[in-house]
């Protein structure tokens, strides 16, 4: 491969990997996804190819439809043991986040929404609400008509918004000054306390550290609270289980505030909250040590903010 070519596909890398991720909500897969579309980039008759940024786009979003439609990832996801993957603010595979749709479709909460939009929702949507992309480039890459991607886009718009459970664009000092009073009511012991800050309908996911075969699921406040409780509650065993005593931290992941359990350098744990009116309306817990390790990764290379809690 010539270098012209070479420095073309790495000016998309980036956002290929982001649009991927958002397709996938998995990093590794993403990465994947990405090294595919650069051998089919490789093997390629480039001469032909009028836009390669228009090229590039389409292979990567239908080889994430392809592994959204395999049945390995129909039944890792029917299992009810999926959740996206963490990644810390500033990285890069987070992509644009110049609009409140740009940063909205790639939390974890609108990820896991995305969980019930078909492929083809799901790949229209995003590269409408994230990439701006016209309706007739949409028909373009996934080859359908530009009224079907109207109506993908619009169906997936009305599905996300039907679920969520925030109330738009929230300030993050905001968030992140009720994610601290809710991290020292839950290491306290003050149930009281936690449930004032969640709101009526609020939800709570945890992937059980890997252990459980399904994920464990909340909802009601006392219940959540009792949950957030028993979570922070610190304990021999879990001490034992983590290997050592966390400090805790208070960091953006993937644009919403979350707390972040690092032991010497090493996240063992991160639970990341959707603020809605003041209130914590979400929040997803993630242990599993394979759904860390991109966010392990950039913490090493990240300055953290003193923890909140030193020493659980």
Not at 135 to 141: D, F, K, L
Not at 165 to 188: M, N, P
């Amino acid at each position: 491969m010539d270098s012209t070519a070479l420095d073309q596909f790495e000016a998309s890398r980036g956002r290929l990997a982001s649009l991927a991720y958002r397709l996938l909500g998995s990093a590794a897969d993403a990465e994947d996804a990405v090294q595919d579309t650069f051998l089919r980039w490789q093997a390629a008759d480039r001469e032909r190819i009028g836009v390669p940024e228009a090229w590039l786009t389409k292979v990567v979003t239908n080889l994430c439809l392809d592994r959204l439609r395999s049945a390995r990832a129909r039944h890792e996801r029917a299992a009810g043991a999926w959740l996206p993957e963490p990644l810390l603010e500033g990285d890069p595979m987070l992509g644009p986040a110049d609009t409140f749709e740009q940063r909205e479709s790639v939390t974890l909460a609108v990820l896991t929404l995305m969980e019930r939009l078909s492929p083809v929702e799901r790949a229209a949507y995003v590269l409408r609400e994230a990439f701006s992309y016209a309706h007739a480039e949409i028909a373009g890459i996934l080859d359908i008509t530009e009224s079907a991607s109207q109506q993908h886009v619009h169906r997936a718009r009305r599905r996300v918004a039907a679920q969520r459970r925030g109330g738009g664009e929230v300030d993050t000092a905001s968030a992140r000054r009720i994610v601290e009073e809710f991290l020292v009511a839950a290491a306290s012991g003050h149930t009281e306390r936690l449930v004032a800050l969640l709101t009526a309908d609020v939800t709570a996911v945890s992937d059980g550290a890997g252990l459980a075969r399904r994920l464990l699921r909340y909802t009601t406040r006392e219940r959540v609270a009792s949950f957030v409780r028993a979570g922070f509650k610190p304990t021999a065993a879990k001490r034992r289980m983590a290997g050592g005593s966390p400090a805790l931290h208070v960091a953006l992941v993937n644009g919403s505030p979350a707390v972040v359990a690092v032991i010497e350098g090493r996240v063992v744990g991160a639970v990341a909250f959707e603020v809605s009116d003041g209130k914590v309306a979400s929040l997803y817990g993630l242990a599993a040590a394979g759904r860390l390790a991109r966010l392990n990764e950039a913490w090493r290379q990240h300055a953290p903010d003193a923890p909140i809690i030193s020493a659980w």
